[in-house]
């Protein structure tokens, strides 16, 4: 397992995060580092505890045990002070059907005090890059699933967070759209920002993410680079082989 990171370094540490619900561990001891500036794909079989993690991190639910830091800050300490540096996009995004797009980008800007202008200029950016230009002022309630995707990861991004956590960031999304999504997370994370993913979608882990973590039984298993985790399970071995070998185990 990786040795921890120096606080400077790291955008998100998980130590000793444990969270069960009537009586059975979801989370059980988990540490977890992830590097500021690199995209980190969190992995495991279904009921492996990654989205209950996620929503610890963003405060959306509290842990029975551990520490979470987030760029040094602590979550649990001060929850208000770490939230402002994150964003969270959840397998089901939550909208607000009355709203227009442009609306809704500007009732969550204005959440997170981006200042009118600002907002402004980054709605119509996001919007016009995610292919919902002409949606803006179409109400959210008419929108396909992937234009709700679409229209969430906007909001996420409008006020510019630190660090980015996508629980299955490309359900409902065409192959046209989830490139575009592919490609705004490699440029923000090369703006600097820092983004956690988790998926289903193996290929895209191995192909997106700079480090990946495998979890079973709310416990890490296996965490490293594409190369890392291949080299002990033999020549040629893909993640798919890794993820099964690992999640079975």
Not at 35 to 40: N, V
Not at 159 to 184: C, F, N, Q, Y
Request: proline content about 4%; hydrophobic content about 55%.
């Amino acid at each position: 397992m990786q040795a921890i990171l120096p606080i400077d370094k790291a955008a998100l540490e998980i130590r000793g995060l444990f969270k069960a619900f009537a009586g059975v561990a979801a989370v059980d001891g988990l540490d977890l580092a992830v590097a500021a500036g690199e995209i980190y794909a969190l992995l495991g079989p279904n009921g492996a505890g990654k989205t209950t993690t996620l929503r610890m991190v963003t405060g959306l639910a509290r842990p029975d045990a551990g520490s979470i830091l987030v760029f040094g800050v602590d979550a649990l300490a001060d929850p208000i002070a770490a939230k402002q540096m994150l964003a969270w996009l959840p397998d089901e995004p939550l909208l607000y059907d009355k709203l227009t797009a442009a609306e809704y980008l500007a009732f969550i800007a204005g959440l997170w005090r981006v200042p009118a202008d600002v907002a402004s200029q980054r709605a119509e950016q996001l919007l016009a890059r995610l292919g919902l230009a002409d949606k803006r002022d179409a109400r959210c309630e008419g929108f396909s699933r992937g234009m709700k995707q679409k229209l969430a990861l906007a909001g996420a991004l409008i006020h510019a967070p630190r660090l980015l956590i996508l629980d299955e960031p490309l359900t409902g999304l065409d192959a046209a759209s989830a490139r575009v999504v592919k490609d705004m997370l490699i440029e923000i994370v090369a703006a600097g920002a820092t983004v956690i993913i988790t998926t289903h979608i193996l290929e895209v882990a191995e192909r997106m993410a700079s480090r990946i973590g495998i979890i079973r039984a709310g416990r890490l298993v296996a965490q490293g680079t594409m190369a890392e985790l291949a080299a002990g399970h033999g020549e040629g071995s893909t993640l798919e082989d890794v993820f099964l070998a690992l999640s079975a185990a």
